[in-house]
């Protein structure tokens, strides 16, 4: 296949690697001019073609992977030079406010969003296999020719596949994507409120892997964290507000000395994880 | 030196490997006669001895690696037995329950807390390197001489050692580490309060990386938690407050869709994270 890529940050010229090496001829864009000139340079991508002019008439598909707020303004400007047969997809983590004007501006339109990445952005970061085992939703359902070339690509690269309504995956998200970054956020923000500060230091020092691991996404890229919460408000307050209602139980369990009735909480806690972490 | 392990789980086994491949003899004790078994089988000491009976008279070091609840019990089991100059130290996450009265059992007693593990317990999960970089607590001031030597101890097998007051360190650690578990048990818990079955299993089925790191912790040992809370109750009360406080925040700044005010929430929360995991 040709296949543009439009955002080439780690995502996006990761999935460039990965398809390249399964021999797709990757074409790039990006709106900055030193991404631009790493992708080319590196050989992430083999040609560049800027946004909102001529694209190469045999390309099979496009994969959108800026940042949420800029898939439908891309596609929007992509629209009129877009071949009839050309598939377009997206990686944004909101699915609901992205397919339905995707589909409204291009037939060939089908939403995903590849579960991947780790702390780092930006290309220098592109690596290859960033995908393998991770799993990624697309929005449809299977058995319809669009979502399921869609689903296979994904698949090439190594992904678990699910596919469901918009509707569906936002609401999950929140759970499982939007919530811990909003509970770990909040971590790395209550240390500070230690006011004895040589104990705030201590803290400091002290940290080892657990509050690494709890406060890492929290820690993240703000404008992504912002962008979620934007997009997908109503399912991340319910979720938020699920968790309040937890977390005060287990305060009060602590506050009456309910000791039992921590640990079974607890123990609970620990066989719910097995379910989502297998 | 020879250097007697009671309680041969992660920590203890563990820390038995490194001695000995630092040329200590080490001898272990248990509850659990498997473990004993394990532990003489592959190596992990070298001799055996009950608790609360003769113990080897040219000990120079006694490490208690029991859970919380065990440390002071079994120091009290072992002090009649004894010789004079020998050290003794533990491994417990709380200092303040077991500093005081483990100083009045024992003239040489210090109270240790290594921040290390993983999510495994047990003998079979023993490792060398386990304290490779990790921080340590040891209660008391530097300069004094049997401090010194704990601190040299755990500096032997590779730990960042740090002098502290028993109450300093509880404080921190209720900052940082048992925070952490309520709140990472926290989002275990609040996932299954979506009632929508389909929805809840697409959330098992797309938590990925960041929803695994977030949830590790609270989907630990739940005795382990329990004793946490248990013996630092007070200062984990406190740091629940002060935490609650900044979720309810940055809940009202999605809820008032305050934007920037969110995104300069997260911008705080990404540096402050940067003082804790350098």
């Not at 979720?239 to 506050?255: C, S, W």
């Not at 000791?259 to 097995?274: C, K, V």
Request: hydrophobic share 40%; proline share 5%.
């Amino acid at each position: 296949m040709k296949v543009g890529i439009i955002g080439l940050g780690l995502i996006g010229g990761s999935l460039a690697l990965d398809l390249q090496a399964l021999g797709h001829r990757v074409w790039g864009s990006s709106r900055r001019p030193e991404t631009i000139h790493t992708a080319l340079e590196s050989g992430v991508i083999e040609a560049y073609f800027p946004i909102g002019s001529e694209i190469p008439q045999d390309t099979d598909l496009v994969i959108i992977c800026t940042p949420i707020d800029g898939i439908i303004p891309t596609l929007a400007q992509i629209v009129a030079y877009l071949p009839p047969s050309t598939m377009v997809t997206d990686v944004g983590s909101v699915k609901s406010p992205i397919v339905t004007p995707g589909r409204a501006l291009w037939h060939n339109f089908v939403g995903s969003h590849p579960m991947a990445g780790n702390n780092h952005s930006g290309i220098k970061w592109a690596q290859q296999n960033l995908f393998q085992g991770r799993p990624c939703a697309v929005i449809g359902k299977a058995g319809e020719t669009l979502t399921d070339r869609i689903g296979e690509l994904w698949r090439s690269v190594g992904m678990e596949v699910y596919f469901c309504e918009a509707e569906d995956h936002d609401r999950a998200v929140a759970w499982v994507s939007h919530l811990p970054v909003m509970v770990s956020a909040a971590l790395n923000l209550a240390c500070v409120q230690e006011q004895n500060i040589p104990v705030r230091i201590l803290g400091e020092k002290l940290a080892s892997s657990g509050f690494a691991d709890t406060s890492r996404v929290g820690g993240g890229n703000p404008e992504l964290g912002r962008m979620m919460a934007q997009s997908n408000r109503a399912a991340l307050l319910y979720a938020i507000d699920r968790y309040q209602e937890v977390l005060a139980e287990i305060k009060e369990q602590i506050a009456l000395e309910a000791w039992h009735e921590l640990e079974a909480l607890l123990q609970n806690a620990h066989h719910l994880r097995q379910s989502y972490c297998n």
